[in-house]
Nanobody, 119 residues
Framework: QVQLMESGGGSVRSGESLRLSCTTS????????MGWYRQALGKQRELVAD???????RYLDSVKGRFTISGDNAKNAVYLQMNSLKPEDTAIYYC?????????????WGRGTEVFVSS
Protein backbone atom coordinates (compact mmCIF):
# COMPACT_ATOMS: atom_id res chain seq x y z
CA GLN A 1 0.00 0.00 0.00
CA VAL A 2 1.32 3.43 -0.94
CA GLN A 3 1.51 6.12 1.74
CA LEU A 4 2.26 9.77 1.06
CA MET A 5 3.84 12.10 3.58
CA GLU A 6 3.76 15.86 3.13
CA SER A 7 5.98 18.37 4.84
CA GLY A 8 6.92 22.00 4.53
CA GLY A 9 3.70 23.76 5.41
CA GLY A 10 3.63 26.66 7.81
CA SER A 11 2.61 30.20 8.53
CA VAL A 12 4.14 33.00 6.46
CA ARG A 13 3.43 36.57 5.48
CA SER A 14 2.19 37.71 2.11
CA GLY A 15 5.01 37.73 -0.42
CA GLU A 16 7.07 35.07 1.32
CA SER A 17 7.84 31.55 0.11
CA LEU A 18 7.37 27.96 1.18
CA ARG A 19 8.47 24.66 -0.29
CA LEU A 20 6.26 21.64 0.14
CA SER A 21 7.64 18.14 -0.13
CA CYS A 22 5.87 14.84 -0.54
CA THR A 23 7.62 11.50 -0.15
CA THR A 24 6.28 8.03 -0.75
CA SER A 25 6.49 4.74 1.07
CA UNK A 26 5.30 1.44 -0.30
CA UNK A 27 5.42 0.42 -3.93
CA UNK A 28 3.31 0.62 -7.02
CA UNK A 29 3.90 -0.85 -10.46
CA UNK A 30 4.16 2.53 -12.18
CA UNK A 31 3.48 6.16 -11.37
CA UNK A 32 1.38 8.11 -13.85
CA UNK A 33 1.48 11.47 -12.11
CA MET A 34 1.96 13.20 -8.79
CA GLY A 35 0.66 16.52 -7.70
CA TRP A 36 -0.86 18.86 -5.20
CA TYR A 37 -4.42 19.76 -4.40
CA ARG A 38 -5.59 22.30 -1.86
CA GLN A 39 -8.73 22.94 0.09
CA ALA A 40 -9.50 26.24 1.73
CA LEU A 41 -12.04 26.53 4.52
CA GLY A 42 -15.53 26.34 3.08
CA LYS A 43 -14.32 25.69 -0.45
CA GLN A 44 -13.99 22.68 -2.70
CA ARG A 45 -10.71 20.91 -3.14
CA GLU A 46 -8.89 22.10 -6.26
CA LEU A 47 -5.90 20.99 -8.27
CA VAL A 48 -2.94 23.28 -7.72
CA ALA A 49 -0.39 21.56 -9.92
CA ASP A 50 0.58 18.15 -11.13
CA UNK A 51 3.40 16.54 -13.03
CA UNK A 52 3.37 13.37 -15.11
CA UNK A 53 6.13 10.80 -15.16
CA UNK A 54 7.42 12.32 -18.42
CA UNK A 55 7.59 15.78 -16.87
CA UNK A 56 4.46 17.39 -18.26
CA UNK A 57 3.08 19.93 -15.82
CA ARG A 58 -0.13 21.84 -15.40
CA TYR A 59 -1.08 24.55 -12.98
CA LEU A 60 -4.09 26.26 -11.53
CA ASP A 61 -4.34 29.62 -13.31
CA SER A 62 -4.07 31.62 -10.10
CA VAL A 63 -0.68 30.09 -9.20
CA LYS A 64 0.97 30.24 -12.62
CA GLY A 65 4.23 32.16 -12.45
CA ARG A 66 4.38 31.85 -8.66
CA PHE A 67 4.40 28.10 -7.98
CA THR A 68 6.69 25.51 -9.49
CA ILE A 69 6.15 21.77 -9.26
CA SER A 70 8.99 19.30 -9.64
CA GLY A 71 9.34 15.59 -9.20
CA ASP A 72 11.90 12.91 -8.51
CA ASN A 73 10.89 9.75 -10.36
CA ALA A 74 13.53 7.64 -8.63
CA LYS A 75 12.11 8.51 -5.21
CA ASN A 76 8.46 8.90 -6.20
CA ALA A 77 8.62 12.32 -4.61
CA VAL A 78 7.08 15.62 -5.62
CA TYR A 79 7.80 19.17 -4.53
CA LEU A 80 5.98 22.46 -4.76
CA GLN A 81 7.94 25.69 -4.58
CA MET A 82 5.52 28.45 -3.68
CA ASN A 83 6.73 32.02 -4.12
CA SER A 84 4.97 35.34 -3.71
CA LEU A 85 2.37 33.74 -1.49
CA LYS A 86 -0.94 35.49 -1.04
CA PRO A 87 -3.58 35.22 1.70
CA GLU A 88 -5.83 33.45 -0.80
CA ASP A 89 -3.27 30.62 -0.96
CA THR A 90 -4.18 29.73 2.61
CA ALA A 91 -5.41 26.14 2.60
CA ILE A 92 -4.58 22.59 3.46
CA TYR A 93 -2.37 21.21 0.71
CA TYR A 94 -2.67 17.54 -0.18
CA CYS A 95 -0.21 15.44 -2.13
CA UNK A 96 -1.61 12.91 -4.59
CA UNK A 97 -0.11 10.04 -6.53
CA UNK A 98 -1.90 8.45 -9.45
CA UNK A 99 -0.49 5.09 -10.38
CA UNK A 100 -1.02 1.85 -12.18
CA UNK A 101 -0.90 -1.42 -10.25
CA UNK A 102 -1.21 -3.48 -13.47
CA UNK A 103 -4.92 -4.05 -12.85
CA UNK A 104 -6.37 -0.64 -12.32
CA UNK A 105 -5.52 3.03 -11.89
CA UNK A 106 -5.33 4.10 -8.25
CA UNK A 107 -5.10 7.50 -6.63
CA UNK A 108 -3.48 7.90 -3.24
CA TRP A 109 -3.75 10.95 -0.99
CA GLY A 110 -1.60 12.32 1.75
CA ARG A 111 -3.07 13.66 4.98
CA GLY A 112 -2.31 17.26 4.11
CA THR A 113 -0.10 20.05 5.32
CA GLU A 114 -1.41 23.45 6.34
CA VAL A 115 -0.35 26.68 4.71
CA PHE A 116 -1.39 29.97 6.24
CA VAL A 117 -0.55 33.27 4.60
CA SER A 118 -1.20 36.46 6.50
CA SER A 119 -1.54 39.85 4.90
Amino acid sequence: QVQLMESGGGSVRSGESLRLSCTTSGSIYSVIAMGWYRQALGKQRELVADITSDGTTRYLDSVKGRFTISGDNAKNAVYLQMNSLKPEDTAIYYCILRGNNQITIQTFWGRGTEVFVSS
